[in-house]
Nanobody
Framework: QVQLVESGGGLVQAGGSLRLSCAAS????????MGWFRQAPGKEREIVAA????????YYADSVKGRFTISRDNAKNTVYLQMNSLKPEDTAVYYC????????????????WGQGTQVTVSS
């Protein structure tokens, strides 16, 4: 079993940056692909970025390409999401999740979820 805890959310002005972290418990973290999702009020949960277990394969939603970077440190059991040039439409609760698939991009492919961290971007 994997337990995930996100941190790093907060309130930032448009154009600013935040770095989210997701700390995982368990010795099997390095065997899981990891993803970042977000969910805004009244909207479905959507993929933001994902990384394979090694970090060698990455996926980004079109809406964040060139602005967000996902990375992982398997020695620290942590995955990161660096968010730059933030926009008001990036406002959402951000979740990290773990999947046994190589590089999953849909929520139902992920087995374990964190509790989420709020990101609010003011205009």
């Amino acid at each position: 079993q994997v337990q995930l805890v996100e941190s790093g959310g907060g309130l930032v002005q448009a154009g600013g940056s935040l770095r989210l972290s997701c700390a995982a418990s368990g010795r099997t973290f390095r065997t899981y692909a990891m993803g970042w999702f977000r969910q805004a009020p009244g909207k479905e949960r959507e993929i933001v970025a994902a990384t394979s277990w090694s970090g060698g394969r990455l996926y980004y939603a079109d809406s964040v390409k060139g602005r967000f970077t996902i990375s992982r440190d398997n020695a620290k059991n942590t995955v990161y999401l660096q968010m730059n040039s933030l926009k008001p439409e990036d406002t959402a609760v951000y979740y990290c999740a773990a999947s046994r698939q190589v590089l999953a991009t849909i929520p139902r492919a992920y087995e374990y979820w964190g509790q989420g961290t709020q990101v609010t971007v003011s205009s």
